[in-house]
């Protein structure tokens, strides 16, 4: 059947006022098969992708343009303009300064632009997906290639990716406060509407980007894109954001604070200057040069740059940041709050044990597939004979939303489980369908820690199929169906059950229990919505399952790492305490003397009570969502840096309060990936160490390269204030300017950018993950102000030297020698940056990029300096062998910074910045 537009355009788009067939019909699609993939993707190229449209993204052109944007930079351009028009020999100075600041330009924008680059390739990660059937198979894909007939479907916390129209519905409810502004919950089902129903009040469609809080159900797409309801109002995705993150805003403050007390230094020597007998020209120029070299003014971008290129990295492995910010935060995470299921564990969960009818059953295989038996005594099991063991199957067949086939399984791994072990059996849930007429369904809630399913038997009965944690259904328990029949549930068999269950739990399987109930009146069949409260009781106990879920091997070594690292892991889980306490032991979280508790002991403490103990324990079990919130309370207020994992509905609340909100990608739903700060792809804990480790290694480089920067430009400022001071105490005006203006703005083109962008690519140390977390509010400048100070004081006083040395032979070959002298030095300081250690306990080449940026820039000292139009330009000689010699030996002393700063470290071990 093809798409009929026309009868599409006939009925106004008014998909509510048709029956849900009728709908189906005109989109020309099958309500239980879907589309071909044939006639999807010819949909697809007719109706284009389903997303909105997005403001795009900052052009070549912007990029371009804000290279020049800096106060600094027009204050250059002005200086090139002026000197241009005021003689013939400064025509030389423009020329050379337009040149450098084209140069600088086409630097930052390379950088900028692979910057935004990568941020376009995160935000096409963080696309949503959605489940759609298509040839008779349910399948995951992205959000973008529905096209209308297409029918998906839906299950609690999923956002919706179209406007559809709904047509079958259990318990179904949708958040629409994004479309609507109400904030409650809206009842959804299929029935047929009159077609002059508000957009509010139309109960049958779901829209797009709205949420299903509760239930589940299967729509039909009816608009994709800009036709639907967010469409019309043109309403944005919003994926990464890209505001600017706390740490870019304090070093932006911190520029425009330097730059107001560089340019007041430049005041002072232009006046100086002019009072030692110098040119105005020639000292406008200098000061205009020097308040231009001295402030980093791409400090900003360059640390954009890093965090973009930082979040790319971590993408790479499976770590998608949604904030910028939260790179910074990573860093000082101090403590891990993690789900056990498929983050800790494998999630390829076995089922190996089955009790029912006092037996205790075996059943082969592996994984989620079909292949094994079930054995009693190394028997094969005959479900003729174990009709306990039958109705077992069949109600977790039943009580199940997840789809199996052979390498193709969809939903939840508990449920597909359960479905491969029932089809070893022979017992299918399709066949099963086709016996029992499906009536209504009350969902699993964190709460009951049980979910529910009613279906039509024969004979006009009604049976309750149920399945939960073994407490909760013994608790609800009046009978247990052993031997054939239904006998009273008495004191010492309840002991007997709870024992079993927590004999199982003890050698680390997840338990799950399962109850019926028979309804055999019409009065009692609860075939209406809002009909299900009352048939949680009174029920009839089958047995339970016992399902082996394997810690993964790299989440082992991910928590040593942690260890290591002064990162503390905690265990979070729904499961059975006794099974939290067997995998935390063997993964290590759980030592000698460790605590675990429950969310029944958590609900029990006061929060000062909590607040005293939560270091001490490591486990919880029988958590609800709303136990994380509380948890990670009790973290904050001791002041640690918390990151909490969750990927249910409910655990928006704690991922939004936690420092470091962690959704998972494989089984978080689209309201978790929302609400966190980070989406681990593959689930896997380990990932969320590798980025921890990578939020150090960011932090860590801008640190350094910001360390860099400021001790260069310091160098460079005090060479010339202590030149005006030394030629006005000596008389020598002519030593007032070791460098000129167009010598300062080399000095910073080749020894600024490329430098400090190759400390931010600084690979990881291995002292990283031995180091304790350091304190959210360090700044980037801690413990760096000595660095800083003995740099400046240091290059500064080698390179007056060489300028004296020079000056002996002549002005030019003076100013040479300081030239290449600054250079040299500064260029060896990027080295004693890369990390804590200095330039003689690591590698020189272990940071390829930093080889080849002091490559370049000893490339460009050479040319300077002997090729003959650059020397016009500059101001440069050639220099003799001994000349050289001395300017290499006066740069030396660049390798002992470390050593030279431990006294300044010793009078003030806290010497530091406030906070940038």
């Known amino acids: 059947m093809q798409y009929n537009e026309g009868n599409s355009n006939a009925a106004g788009n008014a998909w509510h006022a048709l029956e849900s067939l009728e709908a189906v019909q005109r989109l020309g699609s099958n309500q239980e098969s879907g589309l071909s993939e044939e006639e999807a993707q010819k949909r697809l190229v007719e109706f284009g992708k389903n997303r909105l449209e997005k403001k795009s993204s900052t052009g070549m052109l912007k990029i371009l343009l804000n290279q020049f944007s800096s106060f600094l930079v027009w204050l250059l351009i002005a200086a090139a303009i002026i000197s241009f028009f005021i003689g013939d020999e400064a025509k030389i100075d423009a020329i050379v300064i337009v040149a450098i600041i084209i140069l600088n330009a086409v630097l930052g924008f390379r950088q900028e632009f692979k910057a935004e680059k990568a941020m376009e390739a995160l935000q096409k990660l963080a696309s949503t997906k959605a489940t759609v059937i298509r040839n008779g198979k349910e399948h995951s894909i992205d959000s973008s290639e529905l096209v209308p007939g297409d029918i998906v479907i839906l299950r609690e916390g999923d956002k919706v990716p179209a406007d559809a129209r709904i047509i079958s519905s259990v318990n179904l409810k949708a958040d629409e406060s994004a479309l609507s502004g109400e904030s409650n919950p809206v009842e959804k089902h299929p029935e047929k509407l009159s077609a002059g129903t508000q957009v509010a009040d139309r109960k049958n469609i779901v829209f797009a980007n709205t949420t299903i809080v509760y239930g589940r159900g299967k729509a039909i797409v009816a608009e994709t894109g800009m036709k639907t309801e967010f469409g019309k109002i043109s309403w944005l995705i919003k994926a990464i954001e890209k505001e600017k993150t706390p740490l870019e805003k304090n070093i932006d403050a911190f520029g425009k604070k330097l730059g107001i007390a560089v340019i007041a230094i430049c005041i002072v020597i232009f006046v100086a200057g002019i009072f030692s007998g110098n040119e105005l020209k020639l000292m406008f120029f200098t000061a205009v040069s020097l308040s231009v070299a001295a402030v980093p003014e791409g400090l900003t971008a360059v640390v954009t740059i890093t965090l973009a290129l930082g979040m790319k990295i971590m993408a ?15 860093g000082s995470t101090s403590v891990i709050c993690s789900d056990k299921t498929g983050t800790l564990t494998k999630n390829e969960l076995t089922v190996e044990k089955i009790f029912c009818n006092g037996k205790l059953f075996d059943v082969s295989g592996s994984g989620f597939n079909a292949e094994g038996k079930i054995f009693f005594e190394k028997k094969e099991a005959r479900l003729e004979k174990e009709k306990e063991l039958e109705l077992l199957l069949q109600n977790s067949a039943l009580c199940n939303n997840a789809s199996f086939y052979e390498n193709d399984s969809t939903g939840d791994p508990t449920e597909i489980a359960l479905l491969a072990t029932a089809k070893k059996a022979g017992i ?5 369908e086709k016996q029992f007429e499906f009536l209504s369904e009350k969902p699993f809630d964190s709460q009951r820690k049980m979910m529910s399913v009613v279906f039509a038997g024969r004979e006009n009965s009604t049976i309750v199929f149920c399945k939960g944690s073994v407490e909760s259904l013994l608790e609800k328990s009046t009978k247990i169906f052993a031997q054939g029949k239904e006998k009273k549930l008495e004191k010492k068999e309840y002991e007997n059950l709870i024992a079993k269950n927590n004999e199982l739990a003890e050698k680390g399987y997840r338990v799950l229990g399962f109850a019926f109930k028979g309804l055999f009146s019409e009065e009692k069949s609860p075939r209406k919505r809002g009909e299900m409260e009352n048939i949680e009781s009174e029920l009839v106990f ?3 399952t016992a399902m082996i879920d394997a810690p993964r091997k790299e989440a082992l070594d991910a928590i040593q790492l942690c260890q290591k690292a002064g990162i503390e892991v905690k265990m979070i889980t729904g499961d059975h305490l006794l099974t939290a306490i067997a995998v935390a032991k063997q993964l290590g979280i759980m030592k000698e003397g460790g605590i675990a508790i429950t969310g029944k002991d958590l609900e029990e403490m006061s929060e000062e009570e909590l607040e005293q103990k939560i270091e001490k324990i490591s486990v919880f079990a029988r958590v609800n969502p709303e136990h994380k919130l509380a948890i990670v309370n009790a973290l904050q207020k001791k002041g640690s840096v918390v990151a909490m994992t969750g990927d249910g509905i409910n655990d ?10 962690v959704a998972m990608g494989i089984t978080g739903t689209e309201v978790s990936k929302e609400a966190a700060d980070m989406i681990v792809l593959d689930d896997n804990f380990a990932t969320i160490v590798s980025a921890v480790r990578e939020g150090r290694r960011v932090f860590a480089n801008i640190r350094n390269f910001v360390k860099y920067l ?5 160098a460079e400022v005090l060479l010339i204030l202590m030149a005006i001071i030394f030629a006005f105490v000596l008389g020598k005006p002519s030593w007032a300017l070791p460098l000129a203006p167009v010598q300062l703005l080399f000095i910073n083109l080749i020894t600024d950018g490329l430098p400090a962008i190759a400390l931010g690519n600084e690979p990881a140390g291995k002292e990283l993950m031995q180091q304790q977390p350091r304190k959210k509010k360090t700044g980037v400048l801690d413990n760096a102000i000595p660095f800083i100070i003995v740099s400046g004081i240091v290059g500064a006083i ?14 030019k070959t003076g100013m040479t020698m300081a030239f290449a002298t600054i250079i040299l030095f500064e260029t060896i300081l990027a080295f004693n940056c890369r990390s804590e250690k200095n330039a003689f306990q690591i590698s020189p080449f272990g940071n390829k990029s930093l080889v080849l940026a002091t490559i370049a820039s000893l490339a460009a000292l050479a040319l300077a300096t002997t090729i003959p139009q650059l020397q016009i330009a500059l101001g440069t000689v050639s ?16 390798l002992i910074i470390p050593f030279l700063e431990k006294p300044l470290k010793s009078v003030n071990p806290k010497a530091s910045e406030k906070s940038i």
């Open 316 to 330: 790479g492995k499976n770590a998608l940041m949604r904030k910028m910010s939260a790179v910074e935060t990573l």
């Open 428 to 432: 299918e849930k399709k066949e099963l």
């Open 542 to 544: 089958l047995g339970m």
């Open 652 to 661: 928006a609340p704690a991922l939004k309060k936690a420092d470091i909100g």
């Open 710 to 714: 400021l001790g260069a430009n310091a």
């Open 798 to 811: 080698v390179s007056l030297a060489a300028f004296a040395i020079g000056f002996s032979e002549s002005e």
């Open 879 to 894: 220099l003799a062998p001994t000349s050289w010699a001395i300017v290499i030996m006066l740069a030396m002393p660049s």
